[in-house]
């Protein structure tokens, strides 16, 4: 099952979501729209969507969720849409604060975080 995936992904990272981001974040400063672990090519990874600072052009970024190194980048031209970049601006709350907040109300580990508007909120 999904679950059960996840909890073997899990048990193999060495590194917390909140610690691939702060690294994905000092590679290319922006703003992360998404994030999850994955096992991609044998290896495990936290893959990251990031809009960068200033061209809000997206780049996807691989951390290993064992070692904590960096990975493939793929840099994408071009700048986000403005929905988007309505969506950065919008939000209050930092990932680090809404991770706590999530890990608070249920007791866990976070595996995927994505940044959406949804019912106007």
Known sequence: ???????QMLR?????????RQT???????????????????????????HKAGSGAEAEIHIDAVTGEVGEIEENGGGGSMKENEMFNAAKVSWDAAETTALGKIAGSVVMLRLERERGK
């Open 24 to 50: 994905a974040l000092a590679k290319i400063p922006g703003n992360i729209e998404f994030g999850k672990l994955e096992r991609e090519k044998g290896k495990l990874w936290f893959e990251f969507e990031i």
């Open 1 to 7: 099952s999904a679950q059960s995936k996840e909890a």
């Open 12 to 20: 193999e990272a060495k590194i917390t979501m909140a610690q691939a």
